[in-house]
């Protein structure tokens, strides 16, 4: 099993930043994937951006040039800086994890609200 907590969304203005961490437990030596999914009002989960133990990352097209997402060494946390943000991007945002064997882990999201 592994839990997951995010932390760092908050209200912000159009073109400011924010960074989003997540905190991981338990068994994460099994981690592969780690990522952010979110959801905005009405709308489905869509990703946001992955990044594998290795360091490959993926990015949605909407947040390319603007997200950037990392991870620390241990696979133990991981984090999304957002720049340029746009009203659009407001959302509730998910951690994520899958392990090797296929399980996923979701934390229980945190706002982003970008808004003058």
């Known amino acids: 099993q592994v839990q997951l907590v995010e932390s760092g969304g908050g209200l912000v203005q159009p073109g400011g930043s924010l960074t989003l961490s997540c905190a991981a437990s338990?068994?994460?030596?099994?981690?592969?994937?780690m990522g952010w999914y979110r959801q905005a009002p009405g709308k489905e989960r869509e990703l946001v951006a992955t990044?594998?133990?290795?360091?490959?990352?993926n990015y949605a097209e909407s947040v390319k040039d603007r997200f950037t997402i990392s991870r620390a060494n241990a696979n133990n946390a991981w984090y999304l800086q957002m720049n340029s943000l746009k009203p659009e991007d407001t959302a509730v945002y998910y951690c994520?994890?899958?392990?090797?064997?296929?399980?996923?882990?979701w934390g229980h999201g945190t706002q982003v609200t970008v808004s003058s």
């Open positions: 338990g068994t994460i030596f099994r981690i592969n994937i």
């Open positions: 994520y994890c899958k392990n090797t064997n296929f399980n996923n882990y």
């Open positions: 990044i594998s133990s290795v360091g490959r990352t």
